[in-house]
């Protein structure tokens, strides 16, 4: 699953994770400093946009310096594992790191089959994703019991602390 780490020095402060179908703004200021990204907001935030293969597509103003050591060109740049974005005062970094967030939850887009219970997932209905093989999962088939994915083993992060241990050693800070 693709995420930002919003840093502060050197240690996270929030592991944020990227929906699988929708995009983002990073905002340099406010409460939260990703929000999801809908049609006819201000488009001088930068945007981040999934792509196929859990990777995603950065959107900024040309003049805007978002990409720590890399100009952007044309205001675009597809995202790599470890890079760095400054948006106004706020660090973050890019990571690709594979886990489970039964917390992050998307509207599945199509019906599907949930490898845990065999049963439909209807368009519409709330799913949880694995970020490996892309495969969603009924929310209440994501139990304490569950710590890896049937079909890939991609493994489920049940509590913060074990985020935090899969974002650090995965792809997070070094």
């Known amino acids: 699953m693709a995420r930002l780490i919003f840093a502060a020095e050197d240690h996270?402060?929030?592991?944020?994770?990227?929906?699988?179908?929708?995009?983002?703004?990073?905002?340099?200021?406010?409460?939260?400093?990703?929000?999801?990204?809908?049609?006819g907001e201000d488009p001088r935030a930068p945007i981040l946009v999934p792509r196929p293969a859990d990777t995603h597509l950065l959107l900024a103003p040309p003049?805007?310096?978002?990409l720590v050591g890399c100009p952007l060109i044309a205001g675009?740049?597809?995202?790599?594992?470890h890079d760095q974005l400054r948006v106004g005062s706020r660090l973050f970094r890019y990571t690709?790191?594979?886990?489970?967030?039964?917390?992050?939850?998307?509207?599945?887009?199509?019906?599907?089959l949930c490898p845990v219970d065999?049963?439909?997932?209807?368009?519409?209905?709330?799913?949880?994703?694995?970020?490996r093989c892309g495969y969603g999962m009924h929310v209440g088939c994501i139990t304490p019991d569950l710590e890896e994915c049937l079909i890939c083993g991609c493994p489920v992060a049940h509590s913060e602390e074990r985020a935090m241990e899969l974002t650090t050693t995965n792809g997070g800070l070094k």
């Open 76 to 81: 675009t740049s597809i995202l790599e594992d």
């Open 12 to 39: 996270v402060l929030e592991s944020i994770g990227l929906p699988v179908l929708d995009p983002v703004a990073l905002l340099p200021n406010g409460k939260s400093p990703v929000i999801k990204f809908a049609d």
């Open 118 to 131: 065999m049963l439909a997932i209807s368009p519409g209905e709330e799913a949880v994703f694995c970020p």
């Open 63 to 66: 003049d805007m310096e978002v």
């Open 96 to 112: 690709t790191c594979d886990w489970i967030d039964p917390q992050r939850r998307e509207r599945f887009d199509r019906e599907a």
